[in-house]
């Protein structure tokens, strides 16, 4: 490696967004943003003012105020910003699992003819678990895709296993483990070829790379705020819907929050026109407010400007890896990349350990990977090359 | 009316807890804390050191530290304090609407050989929405209760409509619109004598009288956080679920917090053997700290203070109201209502309005009902007076 660190920080466009997050000096290096972000410092104030001023003051009137939009006006947000969305098809709700959950009843009803959930072996155990549980409920089958862990999901392996049967397929667009990024745009339209719709899961893509859901022609998306998003522990997930499904799209789950008249507590349910009809119960004030802040931090920076960095990100930690002799299951091609690296180690969970012992916190993935997350907007070069130094002594005293 | 409001608060033995909560001088009187009640001041502090020291400084770490456990954690200070539950039977998740949904399905599934739930026409709308949902998707049938709203659901009411076909009952323990509090004990024990299990809905009842689900022998359970128990709009619900029943029960939203190892991230999903199975993804940490804030403040009053100065608000209410000869579908009876009263008035929907430009705060509900809610820690005597005052007056100028 030839440029040091402090050269890449001081000719990075982005730098100065370090200082707008809550920067813990205790530790060297902060490498899971992809598994919980940081804290952004209009949060902190935001929330102060939310509870004291709002819900401290308002009460009950804060929902009349503005509370009672803000899952479509943030769910907005997130479209316009991260998702290449128009308006209207964004929601903020639940968790990403009782979306996924909710979206793939939704998915699956639009194709009651067809009888196949299409999902990787390779995705996240929620996605994994969901789509068994509903296609059981339903009386379907799941066909599994077995993709190779950096191949990740490709056109050829999905258009092997699509046919006549398939209804709904499940994929990630950035895998959680390998950091993979696969083609969203060709494999929707595989999908679509094939007469199935898609649900894809953008929990390690969004915010850190630009997303075009509606210029692809995507059916349904699901993602999660608490990675680039920074939007706290267990902060409420978005849904997607494209508008072209709105009218029909029907979901389980259907509280009073997804009816057509909230408060008129009616002795029939009717479905809400909109997007509000994936609703289900009251949602979390205080969870979209922060939703709200990470998502302007990220609006305000631009998400290419943000990809940018992340790719300059990346390929620094590849090369510091690759100079240590570090084994990597993440792509060398930027571009089929997201924003994590991950090392593979038969001593990961050990050195894990001892990372964070010294102060440098990457996130350990069972059962042999290290997964090292680089959340552009506050991270800096100069501590991917602390934390990278450290991975590297640490591994240097472990078993091969 | 002889005893004047200050001498009431002055021997009410909680009236140091108002000072517990942030209270606006600029509201007459705030009587909606049965909708969402006020902010404890010890939240306040909680959620900023959560933000800049949990989240900020722990980041990643912070799930290991606790809050992983939290859900079980506070679910059981809430079973504990509030719903006579031994430990390992309570958990916060998600919000109320997304339980009842969960519970629904688990209960039903207890009684495979039967084919119908009965809930009551008077039930809030989200729970009728729900038992629809999940009926239809079940292919069971619903059997509708019509009671007196005064009245609410009696034994001999419900006995009539239960059989060899009854699977679930679903009730609310204080109806949300006349306040009106239903015999738990009794009704569960009739369920049970007909062979079926019973879903109940504390969200009007939860931190404001003594509930005793173990020796009630409840079978399921679910309530909310944001009303009495002063979590927040839109802060997490909680779910019961007895012991005798985790074995066995089975939840649809089967996500990756209800497995049996959490970040094993296994092939093939296992739901956890405790009261974990039924959560779905990841919790809201900040809603769950809120949670555990309400409950310890309403622990340190204790249950039953809290219920003696419930009856003696509502019987004051109910008294000045009588003076002025406004019609009430609330109980008179104290062992028969929650912590609400009820105005019933044909012009309910601009008295409310005109009492809010006024500063006190009731709740309108559909089509002619006005709700005072009296949460005994943070609502004082002279407030009941000055806002009874206002609806009196305003509603001596509307149309009767």
Redesign the interface.
């Known amino acids: 490696v030839t440029t040091p660190p402090d050269v890449l920080d001081s000719s990075d466009p982005l730098a100065a967004f370090r200082d707008r997050f809550?920067v813990?000096d205790?530790?060297v290096a902060?490498l899971?943003g992809n598994?919980?972000g940081?804290?952004p410092k209009a949060?902190?104030e935001r929330?102060?003012t939310f509870?004291?001023e709002e819900?401290?003051?308002r009460?009950?009137?804060?929902?009349e105020d503005s509370?009672v939009d803000l899952p479509v006006a943030v769910g907005d947000e997130v479209g316009a910003a991260l998702l290449g969305a128009a308006a209207g098809q964004t929601v903020i709700a639940?968790?990403?699992?009782?979306n996924?959950?909710k979206l793939l009843h939704a998915a699956a009803a639009t194709r009651p003819d067809r009888d196949e959930i299409v999902i990787d072996?390779t995705n996240?155990?929620?996605d994994?678990?969901?789509v068994?549980?509903?296609a059981a409920?339903r009386g379907m089958t799941v066909r599994w895709l077995e993709p190779d862990l950096v191949d990740n999901v490709t056109v050829e392996l999905l258009g092997a296993e699509l046919g006549d049967r398939t209804a709904v397929v499940v994929l990630c667009q950035v895998d959680y483990r390998s950091g993979t990024l696969v083609d969203l745009p060709a494999l929707t339209a595989l999908v679509h070829d094939a007469g199935a719709v898609v649900v894809w899961d953008l929990c390690h893509s969004v915010g850190v790379l630009p997303i075009a859901l509606d210029a692809a022609q995507v059916d349904f998306a699901v993602g999660?705020t608490?990675k680039y998003l920074n939007s706290?522990?267990?902060?409420?997930?978005f849904m997607y819907v494209a508008d072209r499904h709105l009218a029909e799209v029907t979901q389980?789950?259907?509280?009073?929050?997804?009816?057509a008249d909230l408060?008129?507590?009616?002795?029939t349910?009717e479905a809400a026109p909109t997007i509000r009809r994936m609703l289900?119960?009251?949602?979390?004030?205080?969870?979209?407010v922060?939703v709200q802040e990470g998502v302007r931090l990220i609006a305000e920076a631009g998400v290419d400007a943000i990809r940018a960095k992340s790719e300059a990100l990346t390929a620094y930690t590849i090369e510091l890896l690759d100079d240590a002799g570090v084994e990597l299951v993440t792509p060398r091609d930027a571009d089929l990349r997201g924003s994590h690296v991950t090392v593979r180690h038969l001593d990961a969970r050990r050195i894990a350990d001892q990372m964070?012992a010294r102060g440098a916190?990457p996130?350990f993935?069972?059962p042999d990977l290290i997964r090292l997350g680089l959340s552009p907007l506050s991270t800096s070069f100069a501590e991917v090359e602390a934390g990278v130094r450290i991975l590297v002594e640490v591994a240097a005293g472990a078993r091969r």
């Open positions: 809550v813990d205790d530790l902060y899971d598994s919980l940081r804290v949060t902190v929330l102060a509870v004291s819900w401290g003051s009460l009950i009137r804060g929902w509370w639940d968790s990403t699992s009782v996924i959950y072996a996240f155990p929620t994994r678990y969901l068994e549980s509903v409920a999660c608490y706290g522990p267990g902060s409420p997930a389980p789950i259907a509280g009073w929050w997804s009816a408060f008129a507590m009616s002795d349910y289900s119960g009251t949602p979390s004030v205080a969870g979209i922060a964070i916190v996130d993935r069972e």
